[in-house]
């Protein structure tokens, strides 16, 4: 299995709505990220965790909230988002400190807040 | 602010014809870079990484060279095809203590003309 899934595929949400979004990945892979992706920009690194602990948060609003249950799967918690928040949500995974090491992207969820 | 960026928005090519992306880096730090192709409504697929202390990495009919006294990174595709019309992004990875992180440049789109 060479793949990260994440689901849902989209999702609509009011801004007092919780929702969360779920990645999941068996390749043994011991890193796992979340991405923020607006239209016809590049990803955007938002969080990383390695051994499922967090190591890195790039000052990203606390109305996001990522969980790392264990080493398969990446959880990203959503709350009172604001219609800016409306993006392409991508999770990866890769290996720790080997270089790219298969960093490999899911399709990503296409998040709509109204 | 240190940033990874493209020359051209968009490069149109023949069928048949070589397609050459380029890519303009200013930190002198990164590890490796990478190369993602991202087709309309998907996450982005792995292409080629290519270490910072290499030069020159070939696969299968993508070419990636790097000049670092430049500080400049190129794809190659040769033989373009229509299924080759997407947007391309460089990334340029940091090993860190705790996962690799990507920062992405601006992007490319390609479109392959009959």
């Known amino acids: 299995d060479t793949e990260v899934t994440q689901t849902p595929k989209h999702l609509v949400m009011g801004m007092t709505n919780k929702k969360s979004l779920k990645c999941e990945q068996h390749?043994?892979?011991?890193?796992m990220y979340w991405y923020k992706q607006k239209a016809k920009k590049p990803p955007e690194l938002m969080f990383v965790?390695?051994?499922?602990?967090?190591?890195i948060n790039e000052s990203v609003p606390s109305r996001f909230s990522p969980e790392c249950p264990n080493s398969s799967l990446l959880n990203l918690h959503l709350h009172a988002l604001q219609p800016e928040d409306s993006a392409l949500y991508l999770c990866?995974?890769?290996?720790?400190?080997?270089?790219?090491?298969?960093?490999?992207f899911g399709s990503g969820t296409r998040l709509t807040v109204v | 602010g240190e940033s990874v960026g493209l020359h051209l928005p968009t490069l149109s090519v023949q069928e048949g014809d070589n397609s050459i992306i380029n890519c303009a880096y200013s930190?002198?730090?990164?590890?490796?870079f990478i190369w993602y192709k991202q087709e309309s409504g998907k996450g982005p697929q792995f292409i080629i990484d290519?270490?910072?202390?290499?030069d020159k990495r070939q696969g299968q009919r993508v070419t990636v060279l790097l000049n670092k006294t430049v500080k400049h990174l190129s794809l190659q595709i040769a033989a373009t095809q229509p299924g080759d019309s997407a947007v391309y992004f460089c990334?340029?990875?940091?090993?860190?203590?705790?996962?690799?992180?990507?920062?992405f440049g601006t992007g490319t789109q390609l479109k392959v003309e009959l």
């Open positions: 990866a995974s890769s290996q720790v400190g080997r270089g790219a090491g298969g960093y490999t």
């Open positions: 390749m043994g892979h011991r890193a």
């Open positions: 965790y390695s051994y499922e602990k967090l190591s």
């Open positions: 930190n002198s730090a990164s590890d490796y």
């Open positions: 290519i270490r910072s202390n290499m």
């Open positions: 990334a340029e990875g940091f090993l860190t203590g705790g996962g690799n992180k990507l920062t």
